[in-house]
């Protein structure tokens, strides 16, 4: 360790460790925009963590940035100095040079990390803002799910670093020089033709306004507006757990009670969860899965998350026909809401809007896959991230911590079990899977539901599981985030791994972190271990714990589907894939 001085007090600083690491520390905040440490991202483009520093023995000062600056022996540093101050608000106001400051219009008003910035430094002026250099940046609509406007690049490159390094999708990169200088999708190509899957990763890191999702809160607002319109609402089993935040609640706080109570307040006409839809799932794919066992084929992968199918569509597309043609949870759900729900509640399937509220970019996409819509008409019509989701409840004045809790009263499609709503986590799929083939394969439950083999974090784990009779013992293994993913994809294709069922989520933590989630500031995955302990308690206190003991599915396939993968459940549940 060293001995330093910051700001006129003595500190002790590792060996290691740079003067921005040291100062927060110790307490002393230095400005940064650029940096973000959970991702170790310290690529020092952004200048605003200006500090001077006098080297033992020497008179004069230089002024160096914080976050690529080694502490040293003796070093002083001075992180409020009037030169500092004056540098630092210089700095701010050169990147607001050719930034787009219509702070009303745009998605990240209030929770900018720019803004924070420019209000740390005390911004008054704006001297060289230039709106035609502005206005020559590019915004790309081209995706259904994300929108990219470099009018409000900073150029920080934390979405380069997260696609590159977190993702290994590497769709983004630099692109032009000097002035002109802001992020591309490779080889120049818009959102949609590139090798991007949407899983939102790089909005999340996004310090500013410069990517997000594409915004239909208007639509929805349209809908519940129109008396010729029924709307059907569902919500995501992480959406409830990774929600109370943007109201003031702790992480990981379960406000399902609260969502419904505010979708009532919104006049939703039906509130249904999609985890029912995941419990459907269960049913479908362990069935599925046990067939293609005893036909010895293996592996297959799970289907539900839009990002690792786009993945697999986009990147590997050898492997499709190893993926479950079981369609999503999402997609169940909007398919039954069309169907079986109308039939039940004796109303006109044409009047039905199927409105999704997901903790998912890729979901937008997922909703509008040409399998997805049948003679014009859609099997979901709208998906709102967690992020819109807020906006809407902000645009309709309602306060979610002022509501009551309310409760799900569909009885049809709203009731779920603990294995239905773990689907939210990492490996959460898989232990709800095997509950359910376990007991097919056996007839009677598993002993110990909750599998603690699958409940890990790292990127990849892997298990032996015994589902007894027939199948014997199966080997699986739980990947999230794409980098692990293209890891074991690569392995399979080699042949030197093999697995019987592979569940793959596309966002590190699965959807509890997924793109869509609310965005915190210099910080990433942080909330994704209590939003799944959350899941893991709601299990536990769910009276059926395993998706083929939930009632209201019992009837489902009782009074309609008749019986799991069976021609109308084929029909009705099932998708294929294109490269
Ligand atoms: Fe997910 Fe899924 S778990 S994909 O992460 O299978 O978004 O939560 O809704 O469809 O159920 C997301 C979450 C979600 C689907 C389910
Ligand atoms: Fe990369 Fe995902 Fe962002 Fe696309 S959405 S650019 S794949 S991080």
């Known amino acids: ?84 101050r004056e540098m630092q608000r210089l700095q701010v106001e050169l990147l607001l040079a050719d930034h787009d400051q219509d702070c009303a219009t745009c998605t990240r008003h209030g929770n900018c990390e720019l803004q924070d910035v420019a209000q740390f430094v005390g911004l008054r002026s704006n001297r060289f803002f230039d709106h035609d250099r502005v206005a020559a940046r590019p915004i790309d609509f081209s995706s259904p799910a994300l929108i990219r406007d470099m009018t409000k690049c900073v150029r920080c490159q934390r979405c380069i670093a997260i696609c590159r390094d977190g993702q290994g999708v590497d ?26 899957v949407t899983c939102g990763q790089c909005v999340l890191v996004c310090p500013t306004g410069a990517l997000g999702e594409r915004d239909e809160t208007e639509r929805v607002i349209d809908y519940l507006n129109d008396p010729e319109v029924i709307t059907v609402f569902q919500f995501a089993p992480a959406l409830r757990v990774g929600f109370g935040e943007e109201f003031g609640l702790p992480s990981g ?77 999402q997609q169940v759900l909007g398919t039954i809401a069309k169907t079986y729900l109308p039939e039940r509640m004796g109303i006109d399937p044409a009047r039905i809007r199927v409105i999704s509220l997901m903790p998912c970019t890729a979901k937008k996409d997922e909703a509008v896959r040409p399998q997805f819509i049948h003679d014009g008409v859609p099997e979901v019509d709208v998906v709102l991230t967690t992020r819109e989701f807020a906006r809407l409840l902000k645009r309709e004045g ?19 079990s603990g294995a239905g709503a773990i689907f939210g986590t990492t490996g959460g799929v898989m232990e709800a899977a095997v509950r359910t083939m376990f007991y097919v394969v056996n007839g ?35 990947c999230h985030g794409l980098k692990p993913t293209r890891q074991i994809v690569e392995a399979v294709r080699a042949g030197t791994a093999e697995f019987d069922f592979i569940e793959v989520m596309a966002c590190p933590g699965g959807c509890v972190d997924g793109g869509g989630t609310l965005r915190s500031k210099k910080t990433y995955l942080r909330d994704a271990l209590k939003r799944r302990e959350t899941l893991f308690g709601i299990d536990r206190t769910r009276k059926a714990r395993q998706s083929h003991n939930n009632a209201q599915v019992q009837a489902l396939y009782r009074d309609y589907l008749e019986h799991p993968y069976s021609e109308k459940a084929h029909h009705l549940l099932h998708t294929y894939y294109t490269d």
């Open 1 to 84: 360790s060293l001995r330093a001085t910051l700001d006129g007090a003595a500190v002790i600083a590792g060996a290691d460790e740079t003067i921005l690491t040291c100062a927060r520390r110790h307490g002393v905040h230095i400005p940064t925009l650029c940096e973000l440490h959970d991702i170790d991202h310290t690529p020092g483009t952004c200048r605003v963590c200006l500090v001077e520093i006098r080297m033992p023995g020497q008179e004069r000062t230089q002024i160096v940035t914080a976050c690529t600056t080694p502490m040293q022996e003796g070093i002083e540093v001075m992180t409020r100095s009037k030169q500092v």
């Open 444 to 478: 009677r439950e598993l002993e110990t539901i909750e599998l603690q083999q699958l409940r890990g974090f790292e990127g990849v784990r892997t298990a032996q599981v015994e589902l007894g009779g027939a199948i014997g013992s199966v080997r699986v293994a739980m």
């Open 253 to 329: 706080t379960n406000v399902e009670g609260q969502i419904i109570a505010a979708l009532r307040r919104l006049r939703a006409d039906i509130v249904l969860d999609t985890n029912f839809a995941a419990d459907v799932v269960i049913m479908e794919e362990g069935t599925e899965l046990l067939r293609r066992l005893s036909e010895a084929r293996r592996p297959t992968f799970t289907s539900c998350c839009p990002a690792w199918i786009n993945f697999a569509e986009e990147h590997y597309p050898d492997i499709l026909p190893l993926l479950s043609s079981t369609k999503s949870p």
């Open 171 to 196: 769709a983004l990169v630099v692109a032009g020089t000097g002035q002109e200088t802001s992020v591309g999708l490779r080889y120049g190509l818009s959102q949609a033709e590139s090798t991007c």
């Open 398 to 416: 309602i306060d979610l911590r002022a509501l009551a809790p309310s409760a799900f009263d569909n009885p049809y499609m709203s009731e779920y």
